[in-house]
């Protein structure tokens, strides 16, 4: 069964400082999806990132990036020069296509406190 | 914005009763996803539609069902409340093919007395 692990529950950070969310999957497909969300205050889910397990290539996005191994089932995220309005809980997700089903599998999230 | 609208934003009610939450998909998603988002459980996928036909169930109850209209807005429906049923309940649409990138709604508040 899929399983997602963000061993983190709160980190609080000053602002400018860099931090990384850390996400750790278990899946039983060869072909899987990883994805960010990030859960500001106001509640909504807002989408960050996908990534597909054939993709290891990392990347920076602004702020943002990712780290992704395969090796070690981790799928990382940075923000780099932190600010306050970072600060939001952020959830891995991965997601398992089985015979069309797409429903994602979530962290328990980490709640990221960005400090002025 | 994400594109995905649910009405009503927030909703009160009692123990026993039924509700029905809306969403409309962002235009030309033809999927549609629930979730439930509660302190205790977490995020956990409720159900799938897709093209007004469900394709996959997750820990959804029996006591709550969804459907797909033809006009690909969809409606959760959740009977029997119990207190435990409070929590923010999410939609999300994506394009429909494998695995797309699911955008999510704003969600409903949903507090059972």
């Known amino acids: 069964a899929q399983k997602v692990t963000q061993a983190q529950t709160e980190i609080s950070v000053v602002e400018k400082e860099d931090v990384t969310l850390d996400c750790v999957y278990e899946t039983r497909d060869t072909t899987y999806y990883l994805f960010w969300y990030k859960q500001p205050p106001s509640g909504e889910l807002v989408f960050l990132i996908r990534r597909n397990s054939f993709d290891e290539q990392n990347e920076i996005s602004g702020r943002y990036s990712w780290n992704f191994q395969k090796s070690t089932s981790s799928f990382n995220f940075t923000i780099t020069a932190s600010q306050v309005v970072d600060s939001a809980v952020y959830f891995c997700?991965?997601?398992?296509?089985?015979?069309?089903?797409?429903?994602?599998?979530f962290g328990k999230g980490t709640h990221l406190i960005i400090q002025p | 914005d994400s594109g995905v609208t649910q009405t009503p934003k927030h909703l009160i009610t009692a123990t026993g009763q039924r509700v029905t939450l809306r969403c409309s998909p962002r235009s030309g998603d033809l999927s549609v996803y629930w979730y439930q988002q509660s302190l205790d459980q977490g995020l956990q996928f409720l159900i799938q539609?897709?093209?007004?036909?469900?394709?996959a169930k997750g820990n959804i109850l029996e006591r709550f069902s969804a459907q797909q209209f033809p006009d690909l807005h969809s409606e959760l429906n959740l009977s029997s409340l119990e207190l435990g049923d409070s929590a923010l309940y999410f939609c999300a649409s994506s394009g429909g093919g494998t695995l797309n990138t699911q955008y999510f709604g704003p969600g409903t508040r949903l507090t059972v007395l």
């Open positions: 539609y897709y093209n007004g036909e469900e394709r």
């Open positions: 997700a991965e997601g398992y296509s089985g015979g069309g089903a797409d429903g994602l599998t």
